[in-house]
Nanobody, 112 residues
Framework: VQLQASGGGLVQAGGSLTLSCAAS????????MTWHRQAPGKQRELVAT???????NYANSVKGRFSISRDNAKNTVYLQMNGLKPEDTAVYYC???????WGQGTLVTVSS
């Protein structure tokens, strides 16, 4: 499966963005879809996961601000990001089957 992430951009602190991850095939077969991010000079970290039946988990750093969802009919996973902070600046990647398949990443820059 190929994954195409989009929706990144420049936003002021406190603002919102919604990232999308469109898959070339069915995502229903994957037990978990995930979003990760990698800030400059840092290791890639897991941000959020969603199971096939919609159970979600979040990194403590984004809990209460970010929301992951999936639309199996559209083969798309979303990451709604609210209350963005400068420390959220990173390249965001989506992945399927937890980390088996990766998208190309989309840059999110949060200005203070």
């Amino acid at each position: 499966v190929q994954l195409q992430a989009s929706g990144g951009g420049l936003v002021q602190a406190g603002g919102s963005l919604t990232l999308s991850c469109a898959a070339s095939g069915s995502i229903f077969r994957f037990s978990r879809m995930t979003w990760h991010r990698q800030a400059p000079g840092k290791q890639r970290e897991l941000v959020a996961t969603i199971s096939r039946d919609g159970i979600t988990n979040y990194a403590n750093s984004v809990k209460g601000r970010f929301s992951i969802s999936r639309d199996n009919a559209k083969n798309t996973v979303y990451l709604q990001m609210n209350g963005l902070k400068p420390e959220d600046t990173a390249v965001y990647y989506c992945a399927a089957d937890f980390t088996t398949y990766w998208g190309q990443g989309t840059l999110v820059t949060v200005s203070s």
